[in-house]
């Protein structure tokens, strides 16, 4: 690790001044995925700017009956709060199945949602990676890659977004607001990561300096009616091999409304647009939650050992609308 | 031979006496003594898997404040012996492996260290690498023995001919993935020079061994190297001296009079500190109608490194498990461009019995028979291998015992019969078995202390088997006291010398010379000694051991439940029941027999070391690509064993106990999968994956 | 070697101040350096322990005001003026603690590497347990009465590893602490 300096801002402008100046710097919050990183020499900023205590540690009640997250709540806080328990109850369900009680403590929602991929060779410098270092190639894509990207990747990379709260706040339509250099801006969660495309580099549509401030979830009402599930080799402490989060509306065995996000399949929580649409006004049985899942994984190219991701998110999604629809 | 006739500590179920020290945190783990200025070690590894080190641009690393030097083979001290090529460090520009030390760091501060190797440039003369095993290679060779002394190849009766006439036949492969041992402290040593005088607080399996190698290697006198380690944060068979532990030598050689500290991080135990070798082992058994096996042939291929041969025993087991009128073993390597493998906890055993109880459990399917009724079926009268009887041998009543604790009756043969939920259940059955070895080389010394207080001393080790207490039980019974009177001291080299803790040999190795102590200590100063009396004594060979096999028995039940939707296998059960001679303290051994339960746990559907050919080291080397069981993966572990009287293996009476749970464990789970699933997985480990339909 | 004077520097020590089992320090340390090895090497307070230095086991865990948290992962400068407490500050005036007697009672650790941080991680658990906290495992995310069984304690300790494969004591070590029978 190399050393750095390292600032306490006083508030979210100065922080956002600062980084501006230092081309070389990044924002610290809960430091669970930064920290992580340096130590291995995959990042190595000259500065750090610690935002932990700048932006809001509280969730607010917004007059539309939405939430409003401060980027500084953390991961246990979020899950634990009552009202995410009973109104999207597959976010507290997706932070829960993150991580560990101890990262989750430290854990913040916009350090979560920048959390970078674990493909095991972007976390080794020794091994070429597009992402670390453009133009040096994707070593996963004909490599060791049972748990990359079966959905959106490009030969240049096949990295996987690993965050559980992500693919949740993306069901849910989440909207990220942002303050930077430029001012401040929203964007929803569904945009705010890339598919790697020619610059698997870029994780984010974030500019340098930009700051995640708070997360807005926008009401939906049968939000209640959702959640979260994700399918590892243990029972706990594991990143996804697949999951999905899900929220469905049914009357009168129709189904009205649905959302749909998976995670562990692409370089972004992976809404599915195109199963949602099949499902929309269509019955609420069995064969037509497979067929809109097969929908939606028409398209998956799996490589040589994530094959079997395929089957797997297919299950998964009708196993999950099953549920929901059982649930009313 | 005589033994405890009548045992009061021995056999109790005491607590742990470090027990204040673990759970308070202030046990001192190598790392971990006040040491007076100490420099950091962080090491260099090859981006290569073969060649030769070119050139080491050290001059961005030395140009760091706090940089005190950067070790190549150019300028490190010379060792003395190097004709043991795995700790041959530094020495020449050879490169066996990716991951091999050619530079390292010596720094003032822990981050210095780590920053400057990351900062050394060394450039290569790469040479193309094989890390392939395969079973089609036409350079697979047999070595002239498998580990530790044992025949590569063994044939009883005419395989071929009972086989090819054999009514029920069974042809398969199973394969078993290379795996690191991983204990929760990495490897660490911390070494100091002193004039000519060369100490080390290791993380070790034996402090004996240490010093004996690091003594040969570097020329010194044996009394001028001092090993100290009282505390080990786990071994698993990888804490035998390997590079590391030189590599810190010779960095303290370079800065006299200054502690090195030199810890290994989690992705650095991934090479070069041991691991298990990948297996692929083709088992064929061949049965009459009748159930009985007239042919077992267990055929294993698995690799070594060039540098260093380990051939793991993993047919071994085969050779005493059940009777058969013609019995085959082969053992054949690949020399590969890889680190030097070693032990991991049952080497031999836990690859080998995984492919023969699930071979066995396919077998039973075929000829019609419940697992356990084919198993006893085949029980054999005397060991085929030696053709001596058993000292004790009481599988068939583990069988029997644990059938009844697990509740096997009325359990359908049928598989993918019972759905529960969303979760198919089944159940399975292995057999177990681990040899009662003893290793020579220990000695113990018994002092009187007065006031009734005796102070043992023997460089034993506790890897968290629990030495501490249960040596102390033995010593208690041996000199007719009371545990509490015995102040016992291990772990440290000033201690009469000791073998490793490994093999599940240490009660039997250090009790037996403890017993042999305390005979000459009561022989010699009676039961009214004077302060400062003692007695040292080692173990004398057991007259018995060449007339008996001596081994310990269990059995292995497994719970599985696969979620039918997405392959994910929970264990909510296990029941293991043993047959291990005298149990020493029932609550340790409880704890020995459930960690190693654990292990097969993990070894059936977590751990798998991914190697990317085209680099030829592990690329899942940390603990999140890795994966060991978590707590939400441990279920409900019922373990008994059974009495069992044996007069020849030791004084004691016991045998080992820390490797055997792993033994059999990943079959009993693939047994119950297959039961749970109808889906036979014949490689591990056991992932969704392979389960999804 | 270049000379001292033309060496390249890294950046200069910070100060801070860290409240570790009770007792106040101030010392200067290197940006890089985590609580983790500021507690270890600097303050000698060898409880919290390197496993994997990535918060991937547990090992390092500790409280961090008030909260079980992998000290690994936590810059020291990041944290100035943290309460911070270990296995041996739960040792009040050296007497273990409820969970520590109750770990060795049941045989809970093995090697005892990783028993520290299992220890600091139950007894927060326990705590946020009580704080109605679900996890992972609860079946009902939106219930007000979270039932603590031997599953829900499993999950909750899924963030220490245990290499031993003492698990299977460690959970009734913990019902015991708790106060809690056997449920389910």
Known sequence: MRSFRYYRAGDVPGAVATLARERAGAFLAGGTNLVDLMKVGV???????????????????????????????????????????????????????????????????????????RCVYFYDTTTPCNKREPGTGCSALDG???????????????????????????????????????????????????????????????????????????????????????????????????????????????????????????HRPWRAWKAEDALRGGPAAEDSFRAAADAELAEAEPLRENGYKVPLARNLITRMLLELSEER | MSTITAPRAVGASLDRRDGPEKVTGTARYAYE???????????????????RVASVDASRAEALRGVVAVLTHENAPRLADTSDRELAVLQDGDIAFRGQYVAAVIAETLETARHAASLVRVSYEPAPHDVDLRADRDDLYAPERVNPVYPTDTEAGDFESEFSSAAVQLDQTYVTPMEHNNPMEPHTTVALCDGSDLTLYESAQGVTSV?????????????????????????FGSKTTHANTVLAALAAQVVPGRPVKFALTRQQMFCGVGYRTPTIQRVRLGAGQDGRLTAVSHDVIEQTAKIKEFAEQTAVATRTMYAAASLRTTHRLAALDVPVASWMRAPGEAPGMYALESAMDEMAAACGLDPIEFRIRNEP?????????????????????????????????????????????????ASSTFPALRLPGSVARISYAGEGRYIVETAAADIGTGTWT?????????????????DLRIGDTTLPEASIAGGSSGMASWGSAIFEAARVFRGRHGHDPSAGDRAEAAAPDNPDAGKFAMHAFGACFAEARVDVDTGEVRIPRMTGVFAAGRIINPKTARSQFMGGMTWGLSMALHEESLVDARFGHVVNHDFAGYHIPTHADAGQFDIAWVDEDDPYVNPMGSKGIGEIGIVGTAAAIANAVYHATGIRVRDLPITPAKLLR | MPEPADRETPEPDIEVTLRADGTDYRIAVDPRTTLLD?????????????????????????????????????????????????????????????????????????????????????????????????????????????????????????????????????LPAIREAAGVGRQG
């Open chain 2, 381 to 429: 009268e005397t060991d085929q291998e030696t053709g001596r009887p058993y000292s004790s041998r009481n599988l068939v009543a583990c069988l029997r015992e644990g059938a009844r604790r697990f509740g096997w009756a009325g359990r359908g043969a049928r598989p993918r019969a019972r759905l529960d939920g969303r979760w198919l259940v089944g159940t399975g059955v």
């Open chain 3, 38 to 170: 500021a507690l270890r090497e600097r303050l000698g307070i060898y409880g919290p322990k390197k496993g994997c230095d990535h918060g991937q086991c547990g090992a390092c865990t500790i409280l961090l005001d008030g909260k079980r948290a992998n000290s690994c992962l936590a810059l020291a400068v990041a944290h100035d003026g943290a309460e911070i407490v270990t296995a041996d500050g739960l040792a009040a005036d050296g007497k273990l603690n409820r969970m520590q007697r109750s770990f060795i009672e049941h045989d809970a650790f093995q090697c005892g590497y990783c028993t520290p941080g299992q220890i600091v991680s139950a007894v927060a658990m326990l705590e946020e347990a009580e704080a109605g906290w679900p996890s992972h495992v609860t079946t009902d995310v939106s219930a007000e009465e979270i039932p603590f069984t031997d599953e829900e304690i499993r999950e909750r300790m899924s963030g220490n590893l245990c290499r031993c494969g003492a698990y299977a004591n460690i």
């Open chain 2, 33 to 51: 003594y006040r040491f007076e200025n100490p420099l950091y070690l962080f090491p260099v590894p090859s981006e290569v898997a073969r060649g």
């Open chain 2, 211 to 235: 010093r004996q190698t690091l003594a040969r290697v570097f020329g010194l006198d044996r009394d001028r190297v001092r090993v100290v380690a009282p505390y080990v944060g786990g071994g």
């Open chain 1, 43 to 117: 990042t190595e900023p000259e500065v750090l700017v610690d935002v932990r205590r700048l932006t809001s540690a509280e969730i607010e009640d917004l007059p539309d009956g939405g939430l409003r997250i401060g980027a500084a709540v953390t991961n246990s806080d979020l899950a634990a709060d009552r009202r995410v328990r009973h109104r999207y109850p597959a976010l507290s369900q997706a932070l829960l199945s993150g991580a560990s009680g101890q990262l989750r403590n430290l854990a913040t929602t916009g350090g979560n949602l920048l959390q970078r991929t």
């Open chain 2, 470 to 486: 249960t040596l102390a039980q033995i010593a208690a019974d041996a000199l007719g006291t009371s545990v509490e009177d015995i």
């Open chain 1, 144 to 266: 060791r890659n049972k748990d990359h990207a079966i959905l959106g990747a490009s030969p240049h990379c096949v990295a996987t977004h690993p965050s559980d709260m992500a693919v949740a706040m993306t069901a849910l339509g989440a909207v990220a607001r942002i303050q930077g250099p430029g001012g401040e801006r929203q964007i929803p969660v569904a945009e705010l990561h890339r598919l790697p495309g020619q610059e698997p580099q870029r994780d984010t549509t974030l500019e340098h300096a930009e700051l995640i401030t708070a997360v807005d979830l926008p009401p939906l009402p049968f939000s209640p009616n959702s959640r979260y599930r994700k399918v590892r080799e243990r029972a706990s402490y594991a990143f996804a091999l697949v999951s999905v989060a899900a929220a469905l509306q049914v009357r009168d065995g129709v189904v009205r409304d649905v959302r749909i996000a998976l995670g562990g399949v692409a």
